[in-house]
């Protein structure tokens, strides 16, 4: 019985391998039909390899244009919450004020909320407010459901840091510009980094409350339900599989600079 007993003694780490290969199985599909060159305008089954799309990723009209304007909403929401939601998150575990307990729960509803209520309830404020639908609509939009996630993280990380660290700092003298910038903000870092990236993913991938408030401006996950619908070019493929291994690649630099740093405490 050394099978059995070996598999016992492994049985999570198996579990979890196979839980890890089922949710990157989509990304794989992605990868491989980016070197697909289909006979019709579905990309939906293997012809012939081919580098083609990766030779020209913006041969498809508008792509690349809704590609841009999909970045660009998503690192200017990722600024804009993130700095929102960092003081928030100070501010809800720092200070006591009137309606903090409100504010706390209130501060959970984006993420608890179904996204075509909130999408449905923002086009209702702009329309009420004369606002034209567009760039910027998009963009206050993901800034408010991005920033909940935001509060979370950096709330999270605010609420595990040991005080006493900051009062040593003032005990050697360092103003509070000093204590915040030295000690306070790099203790918080891990948390608003972890905010700030979960915004942009956040903000790129969206499409039920961008559809609703965009107007005439078209991003790149609505670009790809369009396509969708008449036939889907293999450059979004390509565009998919390059943004997994930016990921991947963030990831590792991570963990690298992590494990140095612990080298070096050790």
């Known amino acids: 019985m ?37 006979k019709g305008r579905f990309n939906y089954e293997w012809q012939q390899f081919s580098l083609d799309a990766w030779k020209q990723p913006c041969g498809v009209a508008d792509m ?22 960092t003081m928030i998150a100070f501010a809800l575990v720092r200070y006591r004020f009137r309606a903090r307990g409100a504010v706390n729960s209130l501060i959970f509803l984006p ?21 034209q639908l567009g760039f910027y609509t998009i963009l206050i939009a993901h800034i408010m459901f991005c920033l909940s996630f935001v509060v979370t993280a950096v ?25 915040f910038v030295r000690v306070t903000l790099p203790i918080a870092a891990p948390g608003i980094a972890a905010g700030a990236l979960l915004s942009f ?39 998919g599989t390059a943004m997994f291994l930016v990921a991947v690649l963030l990831v590792l630099v991570s963990m690298l600079v992590n494990s140095r740093r612990n080298r070096q405490k050790a």
Not at 70 to 78: F, M, N, W
Not at 111 to 131: I, K, W
Request: glycine residues 6%.
């Open 2 to 38: 050394p099978f059995v007993n070996w598999l016992k003694k492994h049985l999570v780490v198996i579990a979890g391998l196979v839980t890890l290969g089922y949710l990157l199985l989509p990304n794989v599909i992605v990868t491989v039909f980016s070197f697909n060159k289909p």
């Open 201 to 239: 993913a956040l903000s790129f991938d969206d499409f039920i409350i961008t559809n609703f408030n965009a107007g005439s401006t078209v991003t790149f996950p609505m670009f790809v339900w369009g396509s969708a619908q008449r036939g889907t070019p293999v450059q979004i493929n390509v565009i």
């Open 111 to 131: 993420m608890a909320m179904p996204e075509v209520v909130m999408a449905a309830s923002l086009l209702t404020l702009f329309l009420n407010m004369g606002a």
């Open 155 to 179: 709330k999270a990380r605010v609420m595990s840091m040991d005080p006493r660290l900051e009062e040593a700092a003032r005990d050697l003298y360092a103003g509070p510009v000093q204590t």
């Open 64 to 85: 690349c244009g809704s590609l841009s304007i999909s970045l660009r909403i998503a690192a200017l929401a990722t600024i804009g919450a993130t700095v929102l939601g």
